[in-house]
Structure formats: structure tokens, C-alpha cells
């Protein structure tokens, strides 16, 4: 059944092929016979001249670039150029497959039932009438029948393109204004395309001067070139170094860490002012609430937030002070438990440590600001710490914190919700500091190394931002400044 | 319960139903009183979230469980059509894809699509006490490939492309003090204003990485760099703080022009 | 409210301007004076505050006319280059909930590139885009421009799951993210893809939104990448963020209400035809201006009795 159904389909496709192949040929070859026709009636324009074409660099393949000098009756007076067109050489082997690639296309069509723009008297309709005959099984039989067979014949394109200019025809690409001088012709690289372009198979193109009256005159062929892919895309070099830079660096930073070399990191503000609060907490006999935000514990801000938990927690087990701290993920609060029952073994105080210091809320955003915020209000803690991730919730806890009158201390690396913890909190860790202060407190090396690492590269920013600016005021500098131009 | 709270429902109530039968009654079209119901619906919901602003209420919080409920329902559906059976299925067989009537794709890999399935049924292995662990494989590679995939882009775009953005002339068109102070304006193209705004970011963005510098002590002339970086990073705080004004009123004068329009009618 | 003659209308109008400004302004001395006097005043006397000063502009429809600062203009005047039939790309990266502030320039948008003839291709990011989109095909697409046809002027991609992973894909390809549109048209049938293979080939992207996936994923993933000019309409809370791409990563941004305010507005400067088009953005402007000047005095008394009482506790 298959095989019957096929040959008879080929049948019909060669067949099909073969008129609009005569078609094709006749209208490629009218082309020239009607300029010379037109010479008589209407001077034609001069031809584009010196017509050259290379692949495309950089790219995947498929693509060409083609640049031509103007006609000389470009922009000149009755005569004038009013666009060119440009075309390529196709061998019959490509205009047969094109035919499979349309009768595909209609198969599609109608197995997506989405026919009704196809115009009555067209071939893509005589293909529909045809092929409507069949069931919806069958269908998909040639489909993939068809498209196994554009496969194949593919593969033949580029030994067919060797016989130009015999057997084949001119095809239409696009046309350009008057006063373009190059185009790019990027083509398929999907086989089932009509605008598939094969790489290594020789390409010819040429491109016609064309008037207002549709005098058109050529330019001579170009060709045969070649289309290929490349492994590396040299616009990108500067990405490659950057990506290089960074890696590097943050590598041998994090190595240095965990050799124990010693990493200044400056101290921070906010972090002195962690120790202060917790002396008032004490003083006062009220507790400090110390709150993780919505991160998750896979979460940098959060990781870096344990850190800070551990020193809070150190010194709170030092001072005998009361440490509450809500949280709102499940895994979030068994690290945390770890982290504050072994700050408290630090200290020498694992009897003071309590099973529920460190308790799960719940995993609704707004519930659980309600519950911490009830929490500051019954137990009016003398400190809450911020550090972590948060969203919206920023200032809702920060502002009943500060009506509460408590101590606060933020920090998150939450861009947005910065100026809301800036206005309410006493004391806020901006962005990096958190990251910073995590590193300063736990010598943790990968959050040392890395931070070391982004210090080395914020310095080369600082460095070549100067340079540039000063380059920028000559014109030698402009060379400078390329070098971060990354195109396309 | 309190006998407050029983007429304070009863008089709510008793306002759904007249504004419902008034929308009803007034409302042109072909369901009148569908419509009538559901912009009725909808004005009673915006104002019972409103109502949080006076204190914390009953009608609130229903309003509140309505939206976290419908939106994570939502959500779900809308994953499912647009994820699995949108993106996924008509990758995988044609014989699914016709049954969810969504046209099948053809390619010659397509089978590497079963490696999706598989790692999104190991994701969900973490609702399992004990296959829990086989989650962290899917974990992983969202999290390698999403690294990998940002490192290099905002590399290209937030590192290279900002450092050029900051290369910046500070003298634009400079041909001397008496050109300069001849064609003096400040109209927003015209060369004092164009220096002045190179300079503040060049300024701005050296200063505020010195702020961000935390491998030095921040004394002397790098601790007034870092100082002028801070008040930079405030004046940014306080531009966004006040689009954030701008962005809340804009949601408020939206409802507000709901409740007046659509609702109330007063406003046309 | 129901309008006897326009010299009726005036007066109603002006009255009640000038009734609202007197309220706000005793209100304000009078909560000044009270915090002053050391007694506390009640926050909810704020969203009074706060609600009046918005509801009264809407009701007595005051607005204001804005000039567009460069930022602005430059996307316009992206536009307004463009030539006829140059094909700009408008994805609408937002949900109801940002609607407010961003369907307004998602509107003006799609009006000015149709009236300059050009080529629009509709997407979203976001799965509530979806009927975010049907509205501006309901008010604008199909109402003003009757003329204009799916396919040919403008097509409509919808929604695609994946955000940045639609976007890496439709720099390279777009039929193979788009096989076809929301109504499903086969790609290959769609003539404004005629010269469309991915967004490379697009004369300008312009993403609507505030969230993520948004313009930041666009510029990353497509802007920056491919090399297409990109412009942005977004919430205000986000804008602050984005101005650091503008003018080499994006070349224009209408930030919140305000920026969609001074686009209207250019628009109805520049073109007669849009004399009588609707200005949902600068209709909204004039309770933003009046909550804006009573937030205003809000901080200014707040920092008076701020600086006062540290001075008392110095003393």
C-alpha cells in the first residue's frame, strides 16, 4: 500500500515538477530576450559593477555577504536606479525539491486544517485538490515519505550546483533600495526550508540595476562562492578574556582561601553595629529576632545570612540574651538550628541553647509577616536583624520594627526592596555588604575567594573606566574603546 | 458570634444584592445580569482588600485566600496547557499531540525530549520521603545550565558592555573656554549638560565601586571616594523609592477609576 | 453627575478643583499643627489623605500636559524614523496587576507604529499578557485601525511558556519557538515573516512589562546578543533599574505612568491625527500630581517635626 502510494505521489511530483521547471526556465530565459527587447523602447541603466561576495564570517554557515559598486545611474537624473534586485543561480536539482518542499507544506496545511488561505488557481491548490483525496494516516505517511526524500536529494545539491550555468535557473532573493551597495543573504540552514542555502556548494549570484520603467540590466555573475560555518566567533574575543579574567581569578582566590592565606576584608559598620545591639538587648533584658527572609537555603544572601546567624547567636549565648528567628522554609530552619545550636557550643553555653529559638512559621509570604510581625509587637524585641532574601514583605517588617521601637539592622541583595530597608532600618548592609560581611565574620572560602575575586575585578573596572576616559578625549582612543565592542 | 459581626454581614450582603439587581437592571447586553454579578463581584473584593488599610477583617483575609487560591490554580492550569502540552507533547508523539489537538512538530531528535520527562518526574520525586534525594540531579542541571547560560550573558551585557557605556568623553566638542562660555545653554543636547552628565557617571560609577571595594580601609582620599559612592547610592535609592511611589499610585488610580467607571458609573 | 450646559460643566468642574485643593490644604495644616502640638496622629488619616487626593482629579478630571524628556523622545523619534513596512516587535511582559501603568503605553505604542504603517509581531511572556493583548486588539488594533490585517499588518504570536528560553531561541528562529501564531496559522503562512527569519531581522523590539521575564531578559537574551535596537515601556518601580542600559543597550524607556504621559502627549503634539485619541496616561497624571505634591508635604512635616524633637532631646 505504502509503496504504491508513494510511486504514484513521485509520479506526480515529477511530473508537476517537470511544467513548472519548463516555467521556471522560460522565465528566466524571457528575462534576458525582454531587455534586449526593451533596448529598442527604453535606455536601460548602467549595471551594477564590480559585484563581490564572501561567506559570511562568524556565523553558523548558510550565509553570504555581497557588495557591489552603485550603477552609475544611481541618483542620476531620468534615467535614475530606483533599486536592485538580486538573485541567485539554482541548480534543477534545488527547483525539483523546492516542489517537494511546497507539496509539504500543503500536507501540513491540511493535516493542520488550515487551508482556507490557500487561493483558488494557484499550485499550492491544485496540490491541495490532490492530495485531499487522502486519509489523515496515509498523509502522514508521505509526509515523512517526502521529507525522507528532500533528505536525500539535499545531499546532491552541491555536486548539482557544479554544472552552472546548464540546467538551472535564476532565482529571486530580495531587492534593495537604490544606493545600497551590499546585501546580506542569509539562508536556511533547516533542509526543509524553500530558503535553504547549502554550505560548501558553489553559489552564484548577480545583481540587476532596476529603473522606474522595469528597464533592468545586470551586473556580471558572481561566483562560484562558498558558505561555511565557523567553530569561533571572533567579535566575541572579548567575552572569551572576560569569562577567562573572572574564572581565573575567582579559581586561584578560593584555592588561596582554603590554603588559610590571609584575605583582609574590611570591617563593615553594620556588622559593628550587630554587637552594639545585641549589648542593648542585654541591658534592656528584651530579645533579638533575627529573621532569614524568603530565600531558600540554596540562596547566596541566605548561605551568606547563616554566617551572620552564627556570630548573632555566639554573642547572644555569651550575654545570655533571648534569640527568636522565624522562618519561613523548612530547610532554611534545619541549617539555621544547626548553625545556632553550634554557636551556642562555641560560646561554651550548649545547656542555654533551646529547641525552638530557631521555628517554622510557614511557607505563605504575607502569613508569615503577619506572624513576625505579631512577634514584634508581643515580644518587642530590642533588635531585629534583617539579612537575607526579601521581596515585598521589606518594609511591612522593617516599618512595624521601627513602630515597635526596635534596633534595626538589614541587609539583602534584593536591589528593590534596598530603599525600603534604607528609610526604616538603622543600619542597612547594601547589596554586596552582605556577602562582604558573611565573608569577614566565617572565612568561609568560597564566599572569601569569591569575594576577593569581584574586589580584583571591580578594580580592573575602576582602572580601564579611567583609561578610557582619558582615551576617549583623543582620537587614537577610539581603538581603545572598540575593544569592548562586542558584535554580533 | 457577635451580634456586630452578624449585621455588619447582613449589611454588606444586603449592598451586593442591591448594587448586583442595579448593575443588572442598568447594564446593557446580552447577559445583563452575569455582568451585573461580576463587576459587582469584582468592586466588593477590591474594596474588601481595601478595607486591610482600615484593620485587619474577615472579609480581607476572604478576599486574600480567594486570590492566592485562584492565582496558584491558575498558574497550574496555565503550566500545564502552555508548558507540557504547549512546548512539550507536540515534541513527543504525534499520536498525543492529536490527542490534545495541538499540531505535531517533526524532528529528527525529538527523542531527546524523553530526557525533559525524565528529569521533571525526578523533580518531582521531592514530594517522596525517601526518593528525595533524586531530585537534586534535575536541581542541578537547572541550576548549572541557568548559571552557565547568565555568566556569560550578563557578563557580555552588565560587565563589557557597561564598562563601554562608562567610557565617556569628558570634554564633548571642546574648542576652548570662549567657545565654551559663548555657547553656553542648558537645554538638555547642549554642551555644559551633556559634560555634566559624563561626568556625573563616570564619577558615579568609579565612586560607587570604590564604595564596593572591600579589600582596603576606607581612609583618606578612598574613604571620600567611597563617601561621595554612598550619597551616589542614595540619591539612586531615593529616585527609585520615588518611582516606587509613582508605580503604587498609578495601581491605586487604576483601581479607584474601576470602582468609579465600571462600577459607581459617576465617571465616564 | 449629569452635565446641564458646558458653562455648568466649567464651574462644576472648576469648583470642585478648587474645593478638593482647600480641603487637602486645611487637612495638611491641620495635621500639621496636631503633630506639632505632640499628639499622635493616626495612620489611617494618611490613606484619607492619600485616597482623597487621588479620587478628586479622577472625579473632577484635572490633568496636566507634559514635556517628553529625552529618554522619551528617543524612542519616539525611533519610530517616527522608521520606514514603511519596517517591522517592530511589542511583547506584552505584564499581568493585570501592572496593567494600570503599562497598558497605556502598550496602546500608544501599537497606535503610532500603525499609523506609520509599520509591521507589528505581538508576543507574551507573560500567560496573563494574553488578554492584556486582546485588549489593545479590541480598543486600538481593530477599532482604529479597521483597515489593518492579521498577517499582513500585524500578527498576534500569543503566550509561549519558557521566558528566557523563548527568547534564546527566537534570536536565532522564531518559527521553531512559533510554528504558529495564537490563531494557528502555519509560520510560512504569515506574510509579515516574509523577510523574518528571527528577531535579527527586526528593525526595533519593544518590550511592555516590569517583572521577569522583561526587558533586563530581552536585552540580555536578544538585544545585546543579536544586535537589534530595543526600547522599553515598564513599571515605575523597575525603571530606575534600566537606565543604566539606555542609550547604548536600549534606546529609549517610558518609565511608569509618567513616561507613557510624555508620549502621549508627544504624540498628540506632533500629529494632527491624534488630536482625539485617548490619553489614559495623562488622565491618570493629574491624581499622580496632586497624591504626589501630598506626599510631598507629608515628608516635609515629618522631617520639621523630625529635626524639631532631635533638637528638644539634644536641649
Request: a negative charge; hydrophobic letters at 45%.
Amino acid at each position: 500500500m505504502k509503496v504504491k502510494l508513494l510511486i504514484m505521489v513521485v509520479m506526480m511530483l515529477a511530473l508537476s515538477s517537470f511544467c513548472f521547471a519548463q516555467d521556471n526556465a522560460t522565465e528566466a530565459g524571457t528575462e534576458d530576450t525582454d531587455t534586449t527587447a526593451v533596448v529598442e523602447s527604453i535606455i536601460l541603466p548602467a549595471p551594477p559593477g564590480n559585484l563581490t561576495g564572501i561567506d559570511k564570517p562568524n556565523d553558523h554557515g548558510h550565509a553570504a555577504i555581497l557588495s557591489w559598486d552603485l550603477s552609475p545611474d544611481d541618483g542620476a537624473g531620468e534615467n535614475s536606479v530606483l533599486k536592485y534586485e538580486i538573485y541567485k543561480w539554482v541548480p534543477q536539482l534545488m527547483l525539483d525539491i523546492n516542489l517537494v518542499r511546497d507539496s509539504l507544506s500543503v500536507i501540513q496545511r491540511i493535516l493542520r486544517n488550515t487551508t482556507s488561505g490557500i487561493t483558488e488557481g494557484t499550485q499550492a491548490d491544485s496540490m491541495k485538490i490532490v492530495f485531499e483525496k487522502y486519509s489523515r494516516d496515509e498523509l502522514f505517511d508521505i509526509r515523512n515519505t517526502l521529507i525522507a526524500h528532500v533528505k536525500q536529494e539535499n545531499t546532491g545539491l552541491a555536486e548539482a550546483s557544479n554544472s552552472y550555468p546548464e540546467n538551472g535557473a535564476w532565482l529571486f532573493v530580495d531587492k534593495k533600495p537604490s544606493g545600497t551597495k551590499s546585501f546580506v543573504h542569509i539562508g536556511s540552514k533547516d533542509f526543509k526550508s524553500a530558503g535553504f542555502v547549502p554550505d560548501f556548494a558553489n553559489l552564484y549570484y548577480r545583481v540587476d540595476a532596476v529603473t522606474i520603467d522595469g528597464a533592468k540590466s545586470s551586473s556580471k555573475v558572481l561566483g562560484p562562492i562558498q558558505t561555511s560555518g565557523q567553530w569561533y566567533n571572533t567579535y566575541r574575543t572579548p567575552v572569551v578574556f572576560s569569562v577567562l579574567f573572572f574564572t581565573l581569578l575567582t579559581i586561584y582566590f578560593v584555592r588561596e582561601a582554603r590554603k588559610g592565606a590571609d584575605l583582609y576584608v574590611r570591617p563593615l559598620g553594620g556588622i559593628e553595629a550587630v554587637d552594639d545591639a545585641i549589648g542593648r538587648a542585654t541591658e534592656m533584658g528584651r530579645p533579638i529576632l533575627y529573621v532569614l527572609g524568603l530565600g531558600s537555603a540554596a540562596d547566596i544572601a541566605t548561605i551568606a545570612s547563616f554566617t551572620i546567624l552564627g556570630r548573632v547567636a555566639k554573642k547572644v549565648a555569651e550575654y545570655q540574651t533571648e534569640l527568636l528567628v522565624p522562618t519561613y522554609d523548612p530547610i532554611v530552619m534545619t541549617v539555621a538550628q544547626e548553625v545556632v545550636k553550634s554557636a551556642y557550643l562555641d560560646a561554651g553555653r550548649p545547656d542555654a541553647y533551646k529547641e525552638d529559638t530557631v521555628h517554622f512559621v510557614t511557607q505563605s509570604q504575607f502569613a508569615y509577616v503577619a506572624a513576625v510581625n505579631g512577634i514584634m509587637l508581643r515580644e518587642l524585641p530590642a533588635t531585629n536583624v534583617y539579612m537575607g532574601k526579601f521581596f515585598a514583605e521589606s518594609l511591612i517588617l522593617a516599618e512595624t520594627g521601627a513602630l515597635a521601637g526596635s534596633i534595626q539592622i538589614s541587609g539583602t541583595d534584593e536591589i528593590a526592596q534596598i530603599p525600603f530597608f534604607i528609610v526604616a532600618c538603622d543600619y542597612t548592609l547594601i547589596g554586596e555588604e552582605l556577602y562582604a560581611a558573611s565573608a569577614y565574620l566565617g572565612k568561609e572560602p568560597v564566599l572569601l575567594g569569591s569575594l576577593k575575586a569581584q574586589d580584583y575585578a571591580k578594580a580592573a573596572i575602576i582602572l580601564l573606566a579611567v583609561i578610557g576616559v582619558v582615551l576617549a578625549q583623543f582620537e587614537f582612543g577610539a581603538a581603545f574603546v572598540n575593544l569592548f565592542e562586542v558584535a554580533n | 458570634m457577635k451580634k456586630t459581626t452578624i449585621i455588619t454581614f447582613a449589611v454588606i450582603s444586603a449592598l451586593f444584592l442591591v448594587s448586583w439587581i442595579a448593575k443588572g437592571m442598568f447594564t446593557e447586553g446580552s447577559s445583563p445580569f452575569l455582568d451585573g454579578f461580576l463587576v459587582t463581584l469584582a468592586a466588593f473584593l477590591t474594596l474588601a482588600i481595601m478595607s486591610f488599610l482600615y484593620k485587619d477583617n474577615p472579609y480581607y483575609k476572604f478576599a486574600e485566600h480567594l486570590f492566592v487560591g485562584v492565582s496558584a490554580a491558575y498558574a497550574m492550569c496555565l503550566g500545564f496547557w502552555s508548558t507540557i502540552v504547549g512546548n512539550l507533547i507536540p515534541r513527543l508523539s504525534s499520536g498525543i499531540s492529536e490527542f490534545f489537538k495541538v499540531s505535531y512538530i517533526e524532528g529528527d531528535y525529538n527523542f531527546i525530549y524523553f530526557i525533559p520527562i525524565i528529569f521533571g518526574i525526578l523533580l518531582l520525586m521531592r514530594l517522596s520521603p525517601r526518593g528525595g534525594w533524586l531530585s537534586r540531579w534535575p536541581l542541578a542541571f537547572i541550576v548549572g545550565t541557568t548559571a552557565g547560560l547568565n555568566f556569560v550573558r550578563y557578563l557580555r551585557s552588565d560587565f563589557i558592555n557597561q564598562v563601554s557605556s562608562t567610557i565617556v568623553p569628558l570634554m564633548i566638542d571642546w574648542q576652548g573656554f570662549g567657545h565654551f562660555f559663548s555657547n553656553l545653554n542648558f537645554s538638555a543636547t547642549g554642551q555644559l549638560v551633556m559634560m555634566f552628565s559624563n561626568l556625573v557617571i563616570f564619577i558615579g560609577v568609579t565612586c560607587g565601586i570604590i564604595y564596593f571595594y572591600f579589600s582596603k580601609e576606607h581612609t583618606g582620599w578612598f574613604g571620600r571616594a567611597s563617601k561621595i559612592g554612598i550619597w551616589i547610592l542614595m540619591i539612586t535609592f531615593g529616585a527609585s523609592f520615588g518611582y516606587t511611589v509613582m508605580g503604587r499610585i498609578s495601581l491605586l488610580v487604576g483601581r479607584i477609576t474601576f470602582l468609579f467607571r465600571d462600577w459607581l458609573e459617576i465617571i465616564s | 453627575m449629569t452635565v446641564l450646559n458646558p458653562l455648568f460643566a466649567i464651574s462644576a468642574q472648576t469648583i470642585g478643583i478648587t474645593l478638593t485643593l482647600i480641603i487637602i490644604g486645611l487637612g495638611l495644616a491641620w495635621l500639621f499643627w496636631r503633630s506639632f502640638s505632640g499628639k499622635e496622629v493616626d495612620r489611617r488619616i494618611i490613606f484619607i489623605f492619600i485616597f482623597f487626593s487621588v479620587a478628586a482629579p479622577i472625579l473632577f478630571k484635572i490633568s496636566f500636559t507634559f514635556k517628553a524628556i529625552p529618554i522619551v523622545s528617543a524612542l519616539y523619534d525611533k519610530v517616527e524614523s522608521l520606514p514603511a513596512g519596517s517591522t517592530v516587535l511589542i511583547s506584552y511582559d505584564f499581568d493585570p496587576a501592572m496593567a494600570p501603568e503599562v497598558q497605556p503605553m502598550a496602546d500608544a505604542l501599537s497606535r503610532h507604529c500603525l499609523s506609520r504603517d509599520l509591521k507589528i509581531i505581538y508576543m507574551c511572556l507573560f500567560p496573563t499578557g494574553q488578554g492584556q493583548l486582546e485588549e489593545t486588539f479590541r480598543t486600538v488594533v481593530r477599532e482604529e485601525f479597521p483597515n489593518k490585517k492579521d498577517g499582513i499588518d500585524f500578527v498576534n504570536l500569543g503566550y509561549k511558556a519558557g521566558g528566557e528560553g523563548v527568547l534564546n531561541v527566537i534570536v536565532t528562529d522564531f518559527e521553531k519557538m512559533f510554528p504558529t501564531d495564537v490563531n494557528s496559522v502555519p509560520y510560512g503562512d504569515i506574510q509579515v515573516f516574509d523577510n523574518i527569519k528571527s528577531c535579527q531581522n527586526l528593525d526595533l523590539i519593544i518590550s511592555i512589562g516590569g517583572g521577569r521575564p522583561g526587558i533586563k531578559e530581552w536585552v540580555l537574551f536578544v538585544g545585546d546578543p543579536g544586535n537589534v535596537p530595543m526600547a522599553a515601556g515598564v513599571a515605575a518601580v523597575v525603571a530606575p533599574q534600566l537606565y543604566p542600559y539606555f542609550p547604548n543597550q536600549i534606546l529609549g524607556l517610558l518609565g511608569g505612568v509618567k513616561g507613557a504621559a510624555e508620549y502621549e502627549n508627544k504624540m498628540r503634539d506632533e500629529h494632527e491625527q491624534f488630536k482625539d485619541m485617548p490619553t489614559p496616561a495623562t488622565t491618570m497624571m493629574g491624581p499622580q500630581t496632586l497624591a504626589h505634591i501630598v506626599v510631598m508635604a507629608f515628608i516635609i512635616i515629618g522631617n520639621i517635626l523630625y529635626f524639631r524633637n532631635k533638637r528638644r532631646e539634644e536641649g
